[in-house]
Each structure stands twice: as C-alpha cells, then as structure tokens.
C-alpha cells in the first residue's frame, strides 16, 4: 500500500498557466488536464494545439485580464486541473543513482519554477516539499519553470522531519546545505544516491531539518557575497551531483 503523504483534498481553483512555452508543456503532458484555452488567432497559428480543445479567441487585452497584471502571456492562457499528487516511493523506488532534491519552507514560485528547471536540466529524481510551506502550481511557478512543472516528479508531504527519515531509510545520503557548514559539497558527495537539502533564503533550514540530515554541506562561494539564491545554489549543487566522479 502507497504511504499518502499529501492531504487529499486539491487547492481551490484551477491554476492559468501562460505564455507559449508553459501553455505548450502542459498541452503535451498526458498527465494534464486542459480545461480551456483562450489564445489570439496569431498565436494560436504558431502553435500545435489538440483538436479536441477548443479555443476560446481573445485579444491581447481581454487575455491580460484573465493572468496577474503585466504577466507576459504571450497571446494564450490556458486553465488546467493541478497535477495527481506523486508519492514518496515512487521516487525512492526508482533505479539508477538520480539525485533528490528536498525544499525546507522555499516558499517563492519562481524559485521553485527555477528548481524544478534545473532539476530537469541535471535529472533529478524529482523535489519534495513540505505541502503547507510550497506554493501551489501557478502560472509564475509554471512560466519560470518552463515547461519542467510537467517532467519533473513533484512530492508535496506533511511532515518534512518524517520524509527524510524515509528517504534516509531508502539509502539516499541527505546532505543539507549550510553556509555555516565546515566541510564543501564536493567533499561530502560520495558513490551513494544523494538527496540534497535546501532552506529558504535568510532563514536557510530549520533546526529540526539540519537535524534529519546524515551532513552538513556549503558550497565555496567567495566572501564577497553572504549566499546564494536558493535557485542559483540549487543548480550548483545538481551540477557538483551529476559531475561527480
């Protein structure tokens, strides 16, 4: 039996992705719901859209009402269902030496767009978050991950403390990242599946977090700044993963 970690009940509302390349993604993905399209007749004619939804046409001002102000739609909206939540096992299960990666309280929706874009970038295995401190699935989220919200496995569990005491279970080595941390990332990674940990911006990882993880790891950032965007350090450490030798 499947350990649900995710609440059953989905968020209210249906998310509105847009601009071409996320409206394109989630067309393609056939684990996406189309619930309706509103495009211009211009961009509508750039794109492969399914014969089976219908497009509503607007011009670009009527679309402009249907997303935040100034959001870059690009000529097409698409409203959708969120995606069926992805269970914890199924990434622990999964063969090959993937890296994890595991967010404390990042909260941001285009940090997390850009998370799962370089997630996609370097395969990794998916993301796990903490269901009541991540954003939901989002236009923002969807157009700054373009097009990754719909490749990359995404776990939304309740208790964080309690997931990496699974993954930890499941032979990943956890490694949180902490400026403060006395030996780098390089130095820590190893042969073993590796699931990486990162807090928000100022705060970094909780307490309890740091607690749940087998190390502590920085990366070696120059002293002229005081940290990274949790993003910009995301990608680095999937990089430092996927090189390693």
Known sequence: MKKRHRPAAAASGRPRFWGRHAVSAALANPGRRAVKLWATREAAARMELPKELTVTFADVA????????????????????????????????GEGNRPLLVLDQVTDPHNVGAILRSAAAFDAAGIVTQDRHSPPESGALARAASGALEVVPWVRVVNLARALDEIGEAGFWRIGMAGEAERTLSETLGSAKVALVLGAEGEGMRQNTAAHCDELARLPISDRVESLNVSNAAAIALYAAATRS
């Open 62 to 93: 009527d679309l402009g009402r249907l997303v935040p102000q100034d959001a870059p739609h690009q000529g097409v909206v698409l409203e959708v269902e969120p995606l069926e939540d992805v269970f914890l096992d199924e990434l622990l299960t």
